[in-house]
């Protein structure tokens, strides 16, 4: 008994993330619920494999609580830097100006 109440929970909170995710007024809040969607995910996977009394189910959970966090991790870096390559880096120099901007550091004097 008690631990359909906890299904329903899982998958009424599920509900609420889904709608979050398609209302999301930024990107980082429908990030944030897909998120979400892929831990209550793993507890609901979690929660069937207590049930179902089978124990291999929480290899399948713990995998993809896994792929959840890396996808996570790509996904927003693909947001900030619009690429998943890791030359993303301004290289800048002592003055605090960019490298490549032509302008030399005169150290004040003209």
Same mark, same amino acid.
């Given at each position: 008994?008690?631990? $359909?109440?906890?299904?329903?929970?899982?998958? !009424?909170?599920? %509900? +609420?993330?889904?709608?979050? #995710?398609?209302? $999301?007024?930024? !990107? @980082?809040?429908r990030v944030q619920a897909v998120n979400m969607m892929g831990t209550k995910t793993v507890l609901l996977i979690a929660v069937w494999d207590f %049930?179902? $009394?089978?124990?291999?189910?929480?290899? !399948?959970?713990?995998?993809?609580?896994?792929?959840? @966090?890396? /996808?996570?991790?790509?996904?927003?870096? @693909?947001?900030?830097?619009?690429? +998943?390559?890791?030359?993303?880096?301004?290289?800048?120099?002592?003055? /605090?100006?960019?490298?490549?901007? $032509? #302008?030399?550091?005169?150290? /004040?004097?003209?």
């Amino acid at each position: 008994m008690i631990y $359909g109440a906890a299904t329903a929970a899982i998958l !009424v909170t599920m %509900l +609420l993330a889904l709608v979050r #995710a398609y209302r $999301g007024p930024t !990107v @980082f809040d429908r990030v944030q619920a897909v998120n979400m969607m892929g831990t209550k995910t793993v507890l609901l996977i979690a929660v069937w494999d207590f %049930l179902s $009394g089978r124990p291999e189910w929480l290899d !399948v959970a713990i995998l993809y609580a896994l792929m959840n @966090f890396i /996808g996570m991790i790509a996904l927003l870096r @693909f947001s900030r830097f619009g690429d +998943l390559s890791g030359d993303t880096e301004v290289l800048v120099t002592d003055s /605090g100006r960019d490298a490549g901007d $032509g #302008a030399k550091d005169t150290g /004040g004097q003209s």
